[in-house]
């Protein structure tokens, strides 16, 4: 929705000529309390247009509605605080979402950053549930890295309550505004509220409020600079006004209007005025005054006379500049070369008196010069601050604090390595690679040579680099002259890079050998490292015991890695600590909940809960996308292909497919490759290629020897029935010997051993062998594995002439497929009990239905009816002991699918449902 216009004058002086924008946010406010779902809106123009009064009085009237109201400005010189700019909408007001004290623990939260939102939501919606809510921030261009990331989270998140967002920023199509409305626009409605210069009557108006009814012709035609900015027109007016006003003409522009309002005060004061400037347009008077070079109590007078010239306002805290164009056109009268000198001076004040270094870096940012270590070291310890929570933000300090250091300064490779560090943190691998080469490229001292390239080891790895890692690892080390723990480092590097080569045995000893160094040189990273190289390697070659073994041992070093713990345990067939660990770990609080929800999903999976594992992985997507770090992207589009193919959603199968090959081309690697190969296969197959589902399979084969245990290592039996129907006897009976292997090093996994039988049977068409993997199987905790083993036997059984026990196997099998949603395999099974004669056995498989109560998951009737009794997502996600993330990828589907979009709407429905 557009809403733009001059329309009528309003009474108040500030809102002139704006009563056609300000009826559309009065709307909007008025349709979120009617209805119960979420509204955004964004007020957009040049500076001094009007936004911020207008922004206010729509937070006045919300107000007088009855909303509870957040109001919040953000300052540009305080853009990298973290939750700088939220922090007013969150804490002040009558009624402050949060308590001080439980902001600051949030905001220690600081690595965390997809729980720290979900923190702020659960705030928001426990005070929505009693009255509607209004978060407003003004200045939206110069929102923080984690409020913005905030920002675009939480009216999605929010969608289904009675919260209304308004932001009111500049004009920028590529800005936080629009990357805020982009975010939201696909679930709420939107509106955006673009103000246009003035009308000449309104402009007029104003100037009769400001010089009264008998303002002479020269005044009217003097503001025809202004270009119908309200401010400007006003400031003009304001310095036209005063008696100190010269008789020459003055010349159109707010530097000028302002000048004129200027003459008229004391040095001092004018002083004090520049010293703020400097600060900000938020800023503490001792700040100032420290900058005058003066006691506050000598500065007193001068705050006086700036306050009472309407050019500061106190709130007790802070001085502010009553708009920031006063402060910039202040700002812009100091000379350049001042303005660099205060800024570095302010940096040096802010750190005498204790703050923040975060506090001080945007100043050193604009004052600091070529060879000043103090501003670099500064710039260090606030990337280090900021990099858990804005990785972004601490690589781009970083980079800056690269600049500062002459190229000769041995500081430089100590900077540079943590300029690698933070690089590859926000995922800018390749920016973080061209750093380190450079400056590698400076023939740095061995020591720092080795740093550099440990530095660069977890860049190279994420780039897929591994031929080229161990080649770092191996020169680095050759080298010699490293630091015991970088040593260390080097070495797990290598080991890890060599988890991808054909010699497992070897690498499995330098991992070991590099596990030994980090431990007794202490040195966390080496050992996480070290780990993760070790695990990775014992997957590759098909040994789960050996996986889980190194992967506990990572999570007990490392809580970060309890996603790979949980996943081997289900390799090992482990379900019930893998359940155990999830309700642990996985609800709240965790880090990398992304991986956990992946953890999850498989879980689920296995366990034959499609639908709450598709679920999952929606969820997963969404956080993976939040974040920015697509680190399953391709897997969860591949796995929600395969699940819908079984529950027989063609089309949606189809989706997925695409899906996956466009994200496989963003990231080629081995792993990934193998699985949209393998899953072309399976589409193949659904569409009567055989030929394209045996070529596929071959892919998957020649990919990458340890692919056959990664992905193959439950499929197999499907990829064996592609070869033999696709007449390939050979590529059948290879799969079926690693089959064979795979169960040969893990006899423990009754899911291994009943495969490799089902294998051996399909392959040697052997009845007594299918029968075995079915009894084998019978203890895996796998329904849809136990499923296909006894479809398989039932159709041997038939062939064998035995129709009674093969009716019964695969009716078996056509139950366990229902029972888990897997209508379209079912299908399959009912048509061989069809040409088997045996119609009787044919059970009611009707699909689910796209829309309407019927069309809602078992798990979203849980949620549906939880919500409905107007309890919060994290009622609902501690009751079903799931993560809030899950409840709300649910509580979407539900509204999408129930056709509503508020919560009052879905409580009507559910009181007018018959009881189960």
Same mark, same amino acid.
């Given at each position: ?346 940096? $040096? ?285 391709? $897997? ?281």
């Amino acid at each position: 929705m557009q809403v733009a216009g001059s329309g009528r004058s309003l009474s108040r002086c500030g809102l002139r000529g704006r009563e056609v924008e300000l009826e559309g946010l009065q709307h909007l406010i008025a349709s979120v309390a009617r209805t119960g779902s979420g509204g955004l809106a964004v007020i957009q123009g040049e500076p001094g247009i009007g936004k911020t009064t207008l922004l206010s009085e729509a937070v006045t009237r919300a107000r007088a509605a009855g909303f509870s109201v957040g109001l919040g400005k953000a300052d540009e010189l305080h853009r990298i605080v973290p939750l700088s700019s939220l922090a007013a909408c969150i804490l002040h007001g009558e009624k402050p979402l949060l308590s001080g004290d439980a902001f600051a623990d949030l905001a220690r939260s600081h690595d965390q950053r997809i729980w720290l939102v979900e923190r702020i939501a659960e705030a928001i919606e426990a005070r929505a549930g009693s009255m509607p809510v209004l978060i407003a921030l003004d200045d939206v261009q110069w929102a923080d890295p984690l409020s913005l990331f905030a920002l675009k989270q939480l009216p999605t998140r929010l969608w289904t309550l009675p919260v209304v967002w308004m932001l009111a920023g500049r004009l920028d199509p590529a800005g936080p505004a629009q990357e805020v409305l982009t975010a939201a626009a696909k679930t709420l409605p939107t509106s955006t509220v673009r103000l246009g210069p003035l009308s000449d009557a309104a402009i007029g108006e104003l100037v009769s409020d400001t010089l009264g009814a008998g303002a002479d012709e020269r005044a009217r035609d003097l503001l025809d600079g202004a270009g119908g900015n309200p401010f400007l027109v006003v400031e003009m007016l304001a310095g036209l006004r005063s008696p100190e006003r010269s008789g020459e003409t003055v010349p159109p522009g707010l530097v000028v209007g302002v000048r004129g309002r200027l003459r008229s005060l004391q040095p001092s004061t004018l002083r004090l005025l520049q010293m703020g400037a400097v600060l900000g347009r938020r800023f503490r008077f001792h700040d100032a005054a420290a900058l005058c070079g003066r006691p506050s109590t000598a500065l007193l007078a001068a705050l006086e006379e700036a306050v009472r010239a309407g050019l500061l306002d106190d709130n007790g805290d802070h001085l502010l500049f009553r708009h920031d164009l006063l402060r910039q056109a202040v700002y812009h009268d100091i000379p350049p070369s001042a303005r660099m000198a205060l800024h570095r001076e302010a940096a $040096n004040h802010l750190v005498r008196v204790g703050r923040q270094p975060v506090d001080a870096v945007p100043h050193i940012l604009r004052g600091a010069a070529p060879g000043d270590e103090e501003a670099v070291a500064l710039l260090q310890q606030a990337a280090d601050e900021v990099l858990p929570v804005a990785p972004g933000l601490a690589a781009d300090l970083m980079t800056r604090a690269l600049e500062l250091v002459p190229s000769a300064v041995p500081l430089r490779f100590v900077v540079g390595e943590q300029a690698i560090v933070s690089l590859t943190r926000a995922g800018r691998n390749r920016e973080a690679l061209s750093t380190g080469d450079r400056l590698l490229a400076g023939r740095p001292p061995t020591e720092a040579f080795s740093r550099l390239q440990a530095a660069l080891g977890v860049t190279l790895w994420n780039m897929d680099l591994a031929g080229e890692l161990r080649r770092r690892a191996e020169t680095a080390l050759s080298i010699g002259g490293a630091a015991s723990e970088v040593g260390a480092r080097l070495s797990a590097l290598r080991a890890l890079a060599m988890s991808r080569d054909d010699d497992l045995a070897a690498a499995r000893g330098v991992g070991e050998a590099a596990l030994r160094a980090a431990v007794a040189c202490g040195d966390r990273e080496a050992q996480v490292l070290a780990l993760c190289g070790l695990g990775e390697i014992a997957l590759n070659a098909g040994e789960s015991a050996a996986a889980l073994k190194r992967f506990a041992a990572l999570s007990a070093v490392d809580s970060a890695f309890l996603p790979e713990e949980i996943v081997a345990h289900q390799h090992m067939d482990d379900f019930t600590s893998s359940a155990r660990l999830l309700l642990a770990e996985g609800r709240d609080g965790a880090p990398r909940q992304a991986m956990l929800l992946w953890g999850q999903g498989q879980h689920h999976l296995a366990l034959g809960r499609l639908a709450d594992a598709d679920t999952d992985f929606v969820t997963m997507e969404r956080l993976e996308d939040d974040v920015q770090v697509p680190v399953q992207q391709v $897997n969860t589009a591949v796995i929600r292909s395969q699940i819908a193919l079984l529950r027989g959603d063609g089309e949606a199968a189809r989706q997925h497919l695409a899906t996956a090959r466009r994200r496989l081309a963003v990231k080629p690697n081995p792993g990934n490759t193998a699985a949209v190969r393998f899953l072309e296969a399976v589409h193949a197959e659904a569409d009567g290629d055989l030929a394209l589902a045996v070529e596929r399979i071959r892919q998957v084969q020649q990919e990458g020897f340890f692919m056959r245990w990664r992905l193959l290592r439950n499929q197999i039996d499907s990829a064996i029935r592609m070869a033999l129907r696709g007449a390939d006897r050979e590529l059948a009976e290879d799969l079926a010997a690693q089959a064979g292997r795979y169960a040969a090093s893990n006899p423990a996994v009754p899911t291994a051993v009943g495969i490799a039988a089902q294998a051996s049977g399909l392959v040697s068409d052997d009845l007594d062998t299918l029968e075995r993997s079915v009894t084998l199987l019978q203890a895996s905790p796998r329904p849809l594995v136990r499923a296909a083993a006894a479809a398989d036997l039932g159709q041997a059984l038939l062939a064998a002439g035995r129709t009674t026990d093969g009716v019964a196997a695969l009716a078996d099998a056509r139950r366990v497929f229902t029972e888990t949603g897997a209508h379209a395999a079912a299908a399959l099974l009912q048509h061989d009990l069809d040409r088997a004669g045996a119609g009787g056995h044919r059970v009611a498989t009707a699909q689910r239905p796209v829309h309407g109560w019927g069309a809602l998951t078992v798990s979203e009737k849980k949620v549906a009816r939880l919500i409905a009794e107007g309890r919060t997502n994290r009622s609902v996600a501690d009751l079903l002991i799931v993560s809030p993330h899950t409840v709300n990828t649910h509580v979407t589907s539900v509204f999408r699918k129930l056709s509503i979009n508020s919560r009052v709407q879905l409580a009507n429905l559910v009181m007018a449902l018959p009881e189960d």
